[in-house]
């Protein structure tokens, strides 16, 4: 059990932006671990570690890791099985 403090997922919301320039605030992912599928929002988020380490709120396996350093981003999602997006209709 991970005792250290956390943030929810909405902390993701402005650096995965920059990088996909979407809004994630709506997404769902799937974990890898053990399988739930629920709001990236309700992820925990810790800010401890070199970037963010967002962990299941279910079985806290590190569903994704996002390092940015001033001219580049590292996005780790091994621990998501996906990750879907709302997006506007097409017309
Ligand atoms: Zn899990």
Same mark, same amino acid.
């Given at each position: 059990? *991970? *005792?250290? $403090? ?14 996909? =320039?979407?809004?994630? %605030? ?6 890898? $671990?053990?399988?739930? *599928?629920? &709001? ?5 988020? +810790? %800010?401890? =570690? ?14 994704? /890791?996002?390092? /940015? %350093? &001033? ?9 998501? *099985? +996906?990750?879907?997006? &709302?997006? &506007?209709?097409? %017309?």
């Amino acid at each position: 059990m *991970t *005792t250290m $403090s956390y943030q929810d997922g909405n902390v993701l919301d402005g650096p995965l932006r920059e990088l996909f =320039a979407v809004d994630l %605030s709506g997404a769902t992912g799937r974990c890898a $671990s053990c399988g739930r *599928t629920g &709001p990236m929002a309700e992820l925990h988020v +810790f %800010s401890h =570690a070199p970037g963010l380490v967002a962990r299941c709120p279910a079985c806290e396996a590190v569903m994704l /890791r996002l390092v /940015r %350093s &001033p001219d580049r981003a590292w996005l780790d999602l091994r621990g998501a *099985t +996906f990750v879907e997006v &709302p997006m &506007p209709t097409e %017309s």
